[in-house]
């Protein structure tokens, strides 16, 4: 089945040869030369992702993605030249789900792309059970699988589809340590090759949602050296 799909480059001559490759793939593209036209497509396409340029001119790709995850729990992969490390982190702080540097072969982003994908599918209805993270009585944590969602005690929580699997992959096994590796091939399915910032800065991302002090986190834990634990409350 066909996805709807955002692509946002300035670049006319990049924007093309990636629609191509894009609609070789099955996906169905709307074009955004600017970060502007960008959210007035994603209210009028209603796109299921997001492939996103940075270096869009008056507003960036950061601006874009932060104005998306207002409301919009869409999935983005970022393509950008700019590689270092503060540039990777900022994007990813603000809300996008994975990052591409250019130059990069076509191959490797269809294939975050279908990760994301079959992201997006285990995210949707499944017979299994709730897991309460927080038993709280004035307002209990708890992660709704069938759901797909979060809630503390009535709210339900803004996670992206990318932290509720990480939520959920840790959840799946509380009180292990899971690696970076792990977590990359659990939810990214990027195994050893995949960039362990992105890991990082999601777990952060997490925290500042679920835990009551993300400063002084309780429910997921680092443990230096090794990884991230799920401890219950």
Do not use: C, N
Request: proline share 6%.
């Amino acid at each position: 089945m066909s996805a709807r799909l955002l692509l946002v480059e300035d670049d006319d001559g990049i924007r093309t040869a990636l629609r191509w490759a894009l609609e070789d793939e099955g996906y169905e593209v709307t074009e955004a030369a600017s970060g502007e036209e960008a959210l007035v497509q994603v209210a009028a396409a209603a796109p299921e992702l997001m492939v996103l340029d940075l270096m869009l001119g008056a507003m960036d790709g950061f601006t874009v993605i932060r104005e998306v995850r207002r409301a919009h729990d869409l999935p983005i992969v970022v393509v950008s030249a700019r590689a270092d490390t503060q540039d990777v982190v900022a994007a990813l702080e603000a809300g996008a789900d994975d990052y591409v540097t250019k130059p990069f072969q076509v191959r490797e982003l269809t294939a975050r792309l279908r990760a994301l994908r079959r992201r997006l599918a285990a995210s949707g209805p499944q017979p299994v059970v709730d897991v309460v993270l927080d038993p709280d009585p004035a307002a209990p944590l708890v992660l709704r699988r069938a759901a797909g969602s979060v809630h503390r005690g009535t709210e339900q929580l803004p996670l992206t589809v990318t932290e509720f699997r990480l939520l959920s992959e840790l959840a799946a096994v509380p009180g292990r340590v899971l690696s970076r590796p792990e977590l990359l091939e659990r939810v990214w399915e990027h195994g050893f090759f995949g960039d362990e910032r992105l890991v990082d800065v999601h777990v952060r991302r997490l925290r500042t949602k679920v835990e009551l002090d993300p400063g002084s986190p309780r429910l997921v834990v680092t443990v230096r050296g090794l990884g991230y634990r799920l401890d219950l409350g």
